[in-house]
């Protein structure tokens, strides 16, 4: 018998309602009261009102709201889709958070062909209280039944996190795809693909969810067979034409196999259908630029910008991107009107200064001036030295595309050495970033010296294979303390997203052998933080943060884990 049919757990589920605290968000105060008049009728009176995202986003910092309910029509063109990418992106909402979208019949079918990360549920206008109260009693016992799931991601107890996933499974079975999804997108981030394949081919056996079959093709692809995720994804796409992220899926697809012109195909086709999704926008900015497709790339990043500002999924790189192919293309005037905007924007900010001195250099550069770029690319230097001392590296790290177009800077007005040593470090510490990697490569094209810059990554790429080498040797060897040493000298020589981890790794497998040593403790998870802000889905950050918070454990060290939740819809 279905729970919520008890009418004794409905009562203690009204009841649990009234203490829920809600945030109402909508453009127009009379609907804010409307709603609120409503929840008031059945006893919910913790409620707060948001008249724009940007207001949601700070309230966010400084409540913790129950339940979200999103008019889908915002400010600024944004919708209520957009927000919850906000919350969700910027961790501002815990996964127990109800979040429900209020929409017009009229526009319900779009609103939802075009949910990129699925709400909790729609609020179908018009609607009384009564519905109201169903539908958020209906999404709080799903919350109730998921709870320990939540719980175990949000401490980063991801082994626990699965084995709540299998304890829903068995005692509340109509939960059971929700249960599947978790664990299969689990054991994913963790990077145990055999597992998780035969997670979502168990899904598939009852259900052909879109999600499942998704998940598949994401391990195909991880695996290496990039064909068969490819039939797969466009198996996907053929079924549910809106979805989305398969657009995205079959971008990375094309990519691996070397297409990028295909890649590209697929993000502006995911674009076209949700032009306001502005991380995409970013990533089809990446791709076209790679693909020498300038038109293209400026207008995705025109795009990303204008969709970030003003929230905190903008960065100093969106300015930067854009302002690099305005260059790029000869619209001077255009990257110029551009970098006073930041500078306005962003005044005080010392990135968005170097940006400045960066944009105008190579402007300067363009114009036939050298000895001016010359001059700006010196204060760019000093700058950018003060920026890397002062900067706190997993938190708010300096802008690696940056410097590299302060390294194109160098090279353009004869400053070779500081262009070196900026494109090295840049490699180095960011050899699995193909996005940047192609930008390096296509500065080094810009200033002439296309054969250097293959030499450079080349030369990248072996350094690292040699110092991974002497580490793993030194653990084969069973010298573990000696390999944490190589591990950690290796980290801070190179410390890019490998060595940060492996080095973490070994500290804390010796700890968890020797006990616990707090100095060598906090270096480990200075390490685990600067790689996360690298890559925080990287399935190798994910295991990094397990065994950091086991390890913690045995030892009954409290554990200060940052949200390692791995990206669920």
Avoid at 396 to 412: F, G, H, I, K, M
Wanted: negative net charge.
């Amino acid at each position: 018998m279905n729970p919520l049919d008890n009418q004794e757990m409905l009562q203690a589920l009204r009841q649990t309602l009234t203490k829920k605290r809600v945030l109402i968000v909508d453009r127009h105060p009379p609907a804010r009261d409307s709603l609120r008049l409503m929840l008031g009728s059945i006893g919910v009176t913790a409620v707060h009102g948001a008249g724009s995202a940007a207001e949601v986003v700070r309230q966010a910092r400084s409540h913790r709201f129950d339940i979200i309910l999103s008019d889908f029509v915002l400010d600024d063109d944004r919708d209520g889709q957009q927000l919850l990418e906000e919350l969700r992106h910027a961790r501002l909402i815990p996964l127990a958070t109800v979040y429900m979208i209020v929409t017009s019949e009229r526009s319900f079918s779009n609103v939802v062909a075009l949910a990129e990360l699925t709400p909790d549920d729609y609020l179908i206008r018009p609607f009384t209280a009564e519905q109201v109260q169903i539908r958020l009693v209906k999404a709080i016992y799903r919350k109730h039944v998921l709870r320990k799931i939540y719980e175990q991601i949000e401490r980063g107890a991801l082994q626990e996190a699965i084995a709540a996933c299998d304890q829903v499974m068995e005692k509340e079975p109509q939960y059971l795809y929700d249960a599947l999804r978790f664990k299969g997108e689990l054991l994913q981030s963790l990077g145990r693909t055999d597992e998780a394949e035969a997670v979502y081919r168990q899904a598939l056996e009852g259900r052909a969810a879109p999600w499942a079959k998704m998940g598949l093709a994401a391990v195909l692809r991880d695996r290496g067979a990039l064909d068969e995720a490819k039939e797969l994804a466009e198996e996907v796409l053929q079924e549910t034409p809106n979805l989305l992220s398969a657009y995205d899926f079959l971008s990375t697809v094309h990519e691996a196999r070397g297409d990028l012109t295909a890649a590209q195909e697929m993000l502006e086709k995911g674009a076209k259908a949700s032009p306001h999704n502005s991380m995409r926008q970013r990533q089809m900015g990446d791709v076209a630029a790679r693909n020498n497709d300038l038109l293209a790339a400026e207008k995705a990043y025109s795009k990303a910008l204008a969709r970030s500002k003003g929230s905190s999924l903008c960065a100093i790189d969106d300015f930067a991107n854009l302002s690099r192919v305005l260059v790029e293309r000869g619209d001077l005037a255009a990257s110029r009107k551009l970098i006073a905007d930041m500078k306005r924007e962003r005044r005080g900010d010392k990135q968005a200064e170097l940006a400045s001195l960066v944009a105008e250099s190579l402007c300067l550069t363009a114009e036939g001036a050298p000895a001016k770029a010359k001059d700006l690319v010196k204060l760019a230097l000093e700058l950018q030295q003060e920026i890397e001392k002062e900067a706190d590296p997993w938190r708010q790290p300096p802008s690696t595309r940056l410097a590299v177009d302060l390294a194109e800077a160098c090279y353009a007005t004869g400053e070779t050495e500081a262009g070196n040593r900026l494109m090295h470090q840049a490699a180095v510490e960011n050899h699995e970033d193909k996005h940047l990697l192609g930008q390096i490569n296509r500065a080094f094209e810009k200033t002439g010296q296309p054969d250097a810059g293959k030499a450079l990554l080349e030369k990248v790429s072996r350094e690292i294979i040699e110092l991974n080498n002497r580490g793993v040797l030194a653990a084969r060897d069973g010298d573990l303390a000696g390999s944490v040493q190589m591990l950690i000298e290796t980290a801070e020589k190179v410390p890019n997203l490998q060595f940060l981890v492996n080095a973490a790794k070994a500290i804390y497998t010796l700890l968890d052998r020797n006990g616990w040593d707090e100095k060598l403790a906090a270096r480990a998870y200075d390490y685990l933080m600067r790689a996360r802000q690298k890559d925080r889905k990287s399935p190798r950050v994910v295991s990094a943060l397990e065994l950091y918070g086991a390890v913690a454990k045995k030892y009954d060290i409290p554990v200060d884990q940052p949200d390692s939740r791995p990206v669920t819809s």
